[in-house]
């Protein structure tokens, strides 16, 4: 049947919707360049210009009925509704002057009680199969009564924004109107910012339902224990959730109802620079027919791919439907959580390997997010450096992040969970970075219980609970002031870290709870005790 696109302002007659894998891959073969079909069956496709997100382009429209709601700064610029239609008339125009279009219609949202409906309209068959895999897909049935969406995404990548356009910052616009209900793309062909622009949607949507949204990756024991990873770039989130005794939920974007943890989406975007059957075999399997491969060298001979080669960019990742996972839990909904684990890359050598958190330290630490950078990983980057997000994800957040912790300590408390700190990144003074047959060997004690009536020993900063012992692990590991050469120099790196941890909470603590704020107020009297 043919698809009437009019109420979008598209009057394209070749609309190609929800196209199968085999049929994108003809289109894809015939109409894109540099395209080609690796030796493991998926498709290699060059994202142009921009190889990953633009978050100082993203722009959300203020209105007067959400803008009291978002937390407007650096993460969430505004624009005028003028602006936002005069973007979207402009990626209407070019749209409509393609010969044909393709449509992506699915599901952000694996519990059907919560979920919402996405329409995605591109002229790229690299945007089209992107989607097909990361919404979830829809039955035949499904597709039949698909009906009106509740968002549509316009992603006009190929042409640029008007940089002279008030509010434009660049030829790269990504415009979000929570009114309108609808997602506009221009001057990026990165396919990240759709899944990314949904995810933001979701962050604004579920709060208001009292459902919390959240960005890290659950797994699931063979007794339906469940556990969340939250996590920043290389913590370990993706390696850590992809067990082979677990089953996976998701690995990126989820949200926490009444009922449960449900997945958002129907794919995973994994990154996979260095990929190897010996790191991340799961994820090397699940690249096959349907998978996307973005921004790869692939051999022009054998049509193999070199994972390590970065000359394209650093950011080379894979998405592929979650069922290519041999562990996914499909569907991917699940229970009330167990434990929560936050994942740090700690490279001033200071936090334990494991450590149990209070309540409010779960909200405290949420808010932080923390990992640091190591000397040496960057060009200019000579001492260890403190990044921080907000609740792990600030890139996506539409609210306050103080609501965000809010709904997960209320959650947490109703449904009795355990929370856990885990540094994956340098214990002691000697660079070395924890060993991942330890770090696998703490979240293997965490599932299976082994630390929760174990004595603990509190750390004299941050006031961190640590575990005498572990399964797997030596003892001395768990207390990283014994793998310090000087015990002053311990002190000066704990001080140094709860400064920056300090400074970084300052900048949230009048919007947060009492319970909050004398966490941060502790740790400051503990460093200056220590000082």
Request: negative net charge; aromatic residues 10%.
């Amino acid at each position: 049947m043919e698809l009437d696109l009019s109420s979008c302002g598209i009057e394209v007659r070749d609309i190609r919707r929800n196209m199968v894998p085999a049929v994108l891959y003809e289109d894809a073969l015939r109409n894109e360049t540099a395209t080609k079909i690796t030796d493991s069956g998926a498709i290699a496709i060059t994202s142009g210009e921009k190889t990953g997100r633009s978050p100082r382009d993203k722009r959300i429209a203020k209105m007067r009925s959400s803008s009291h709601d978002i937390w407007w700064g650096s993460v969430n610029l505004p624009i005028d509704q003028h602006t936002f239609e005069i973007n979207r008339e402009r990626a209407r125009d070019y749209l409509n002057t393609c010969d044909h279009l393709y449509v992506v219609d699915g599901y952000a949202g694996w519990d059907p009680r919560y979920r919402i409906k996405v329409r995605v309209i591109c002229e790229r068959v690299y945007h089209a199969l992107f989607m097909r895999n990361m919404l979830i897909r829809l039955t035949d049935k499904e597709l039949e009564n698909f009906g009106q969406p509740d968002y549509v995404v316009y992603n006009a990548g190929m042409f640029p924004a008007n940089r002279h356009t008030t509010y434009m910052s660049s030829k790269t616009s990504i415009d979000i109107s929570f009114e309108d209900q609808e997602i506009v793309i221009l001057g990026t062909q990165y396919a990240g910012e759709m899944k990314k622009g949904i995810f933001t949607i979701m962050h604004y949507v579920m709060p208001q339902k009292g459902i919390l949204s959240m960005h890290c990756s659950a797994n699931q024991g063979a007794k339906g224990d469940v556990s969340l990873f939250f996590g920043l770039s290389g913590t370990g989130k993706t390696t850590l959730s992809a067990d082979p005794n677990r089953s996976l939920i998701g690995d990126d974007e989820h949200c926490w109802s009444d009922d449960g943890i449900f997945n958002i989406e129907g794919g995973c975007y994994a990154k996979v620079i260095d990929l190897s059957a010996d790191r991340e075999p799961e994820i090397l399997e699940a690249i096959r027919f349907g998978s996307v491969l973005e921004n790869v060298v692939v051999d022009p001979v054998t049509h193999a791919v070199d994972y390590t080669d970065t000359s394209l960019t650093e950011n080379t990742r894979a998405c592929f439907p979650i069922e290519y996972m041999r562990n996914a839990k499909i569907p991917c909904v699940a229970r009330h959580p167990s434990n929560i684990i936050f994942l740090a890359f700690d490279a001033f050598g200071f936090l334990p390997p494991v450590s149990r958190l209070t309540p409010e330290q779960v909200m405290y630490h949420f808010i932080s997010g923390y990992t640091a950078k190591v000397a040496g990983t960057e060009v200019g980057v000579h001492e260890p450096v403190a990044t921080f997000s907000a609740c792990f994800g600030a890139a996506f957040l539409v609210w306050h992040p103080a609501k965000y912790a809010e709904l997960l300590a209320t959650k947490m408390r109703n449904h009795k969970v355990n929370s856990w700190l885990v540094n994956t990144g340098i214990v002691g003074d000697g660079n070395q970075r924890i060993k991942l047959r330890y770090t696998r060997a703490i979240i293997d004690a965490i599932h299976s219980g082994a630390l929760l009536d174990v004595p603990t020993v509190r750390e004299p900063i941050f006031d961190l609970e640590i575990p005498t012992n572990c399964p797997g692990v030596p003892d001395d590991l768990l207390f990283t002031e014994r793998a310090w050469s000087d015990p002053d120099a311990y002190q000066r790196a704990g001080r140094q870290l709860s400064i920056l941890f300090s400074d970084n909470f300052a900048k949230f603590s009048d919007r947060c709870a009492p319970e909050v704020i004398s966490v941060s107020r502790k740790i400051l009297e503990n460093e200056t005790c220590k000082g």
